[in-house]
């Protein structure tokens, strides 16, 4: 059993940034995939971003590319999501997932199907 905490989003304007966390507390996340989601009002849930359990590969959707940066702290047990550039269409409630199952461990993936463990979530509002 593995239980995921997000924390670090909150409002912020336009063109600024933020970076969120994902932490567990029974277990390392190191040999793990964590995938970030996100889910808007009136919208697709959508993956974001990963990063592999096995070689620490990132991925990036589209929407984020260039913007958003994910990044794992071993020693502090933490995965981080920097988001930088923050666009309006960029606000929802932030997930992180979990899994340690290939392919998913080796290929990473934004389908949250595709993920065992996954966090309550944190807000994040992007307004002016």
């Known amino acids: 059993q593995l239980t995921l905490v997000e924390s670090g989003g909150g409002l912020v304007q336009p063109g600024g940034s933020l970076r969120l966390s994902c932490t567990a507390t029974?277990?390392?996340?190191?040999?793990?995939?964590i995938g970030w989601f996100r889910q808007a009002p009136g919208k697709e849930q959508e993956g974001v971003s990963c990063?592999?359990?096995?070689?620490?590969?990132?991925n990036y959707a589209d929407s984020v590319k260039g913007r958003f940066s994910i990044s794992r702290d071993s020693a502090k047990n933490t995965v981080y999501l920097q988001m930088n550039s923050l666009k309006p269409e960029d606000a929802g409630i932030y997930y992180c997932?979990?899994?340690?199952?290939?392919?998913?461990?080796?290929?990473?993936?934004?389908?949250?199907?595709?993920?065992?463990?996954r966090g309550q979530g944190t807000q994040v509002t992007v307004s002016s």
């Open positions: 997932a979990a899994t340690s199952r290939w392919p998913t461990s080796d290929r990473g993936s934004f389908y949250e199907r595709d993920y065992d463990y």
């Open positions: 990063i592999t359990g096995r070689g620490g590969i990132p």
């Open positions: 029974e277990s390392t996340l190191d040999y793990y995939t």
